[in-house]
């Protein structure tokens, strides 16, 4: 197995580091500061240190994660393609990595980007859908990590980079209407939504589709995110005059509070149609979210660091994630049931 090199020790990092690591994959951690938890394995290197500076460091190409936070896990892509590194990345950030696709060749790197849940899974899904039947008529992805009941103040927690939530109700949605891509507001089209467990809960639009915008063949596409009506009246009501440090606070991950995550892919094409859903509740101190993209992280780290970009269809260049091949998908997710994510 080949040494792999992983940026960013959030809660989503935390847990693919342990998971890889569980594994027997020789692992560095690298962040500005280093959990406990990570410090404390003596079979995990743990360099707490300016990523950028890190990265610059590396002599040879290497397998590289990188989960640093959307506004600075842009500008780290670039410096990682003219390494010529492998490179699994989960930054979601507005910038498109594709830009980067010559000059990944040019320094035979390869990047496989937006490798968590939704955006990820539901990519290979969809892509999956396509290959089972053509071309498709309606698509919809629904997802959301919430905790299981809701309260009086915002009814969530931000299971990853608040700031990232922050321009997820911020930033315009594109989506696919009659065959063309159009932009329209973050949080239109809501809608009430049933969701097992619960006397259903709210979906929204946001800027989730991203590659298959293009790349799947869809006369209409929309994702929604999942959140408890109580959150997204508040946000509605009282969310962009609210100053960015206080919502960071707010919405701090309580380990201790029972959380769920949950996503339905549904795909049309004439009379048939493919439907997927993924549920999961922790398990073992992990939260839901960290657990179901931690997982899909995991599993691409995991088969570059032993069988090589190669066996998931990928050669020199910069990837999204509905190009990889079915095999992939099939072992990702084999990994979700092995760890106890219901996949139905």
Request: hydrophobic share 40%.
């Amino acid at each position: 197995m080949q040494p792999i090199v992983a940026l960013g020790c959030g809660l989503v990092g935390e847990y693919v580091i342990h998971r890889l690591a569980d594994d027997g994959h020789v692992v560095t951690a690298v962040d500005l500061r280093i959990p406990s938890s990570l410090k404390q394995r003596t079979d995990i290197f743990s360099i707490e240190q300016d990523a950028m500076q890190y990265v610059g460091s590396l002599s040879d190409p290497t397998i590289v994660i990188n989960m640093l936070p959307g506004r600075i896990g842009h500008s780290i892509r670039e410096p990682l393609v003219r390494g010529g590194h492998r490179i699994v990345d989960l930054a979601f950030t507005e910038e498109d990595p594709q830009t980067l696709d010559e000059l990944a060749k040019e320094h035979k790197a390869t990047m496989i980007w937006d490798i968590g849940i939704a955006p990820g899974l539901s990519n290979m899904l969809l892509a999956q859908a396509q290959r089972e039947l053509g071309h498709l008529d309606e698509v919809s992805i629904h997802v959301g990590g919430n905790p299981i009941e809701p309260d009086e103040e915002w009814s969530y927690m931000a299971p990853f980079s608040p700031s990232d939530v922050i321009e997820e109700y911020t930033r315009p949605a594109r989506i696919v209407r009659d065959g063309n891509i159009v932009t329209v507001p973050a949080l239109t089209e809501r809608h009430r939504i049933e969701v097992e467990g619960t006397e259903g809960m709210d979906a929204f639009l946001t800027d989730g589709l991203r590659s298959v915008l293009t790349t799947i063949d869809a006369s209409n596409m929309a994702e929604y995110t999942v959140r408890w009506p109580q959150h997204v009246d508040r946000w509605l009501a009282e969310g962009n005059s609210t100053p960015e440090e206080t919502l960071l606070k707010a919405w701090k991950f309580d380990e201790s509070r029972p959380e769920f995550t949950w996503m339905k892919v549904r795909c049309e094409a004439n009379d048939n149609f493919k439907e997927w859903t993924v549920v999961d509740y922790g398990r073992d101190g992990n939260g839901s979210m960290a657990r179901t993209t931690g997982l899909v992280t995991y599993a691409l780290a995991s088969l570059f660091a032993t069988k090589g970009p190669t066996h998931c269809g990928l050669e020199h260049g910069i990837y999204s994630p509905e190009l990889l091949n079915e095999s992939t998908l099939a072992y990702v997710l084999d990994i979700f049931r092995k760890h106890g994510v219901s996949v139905s």
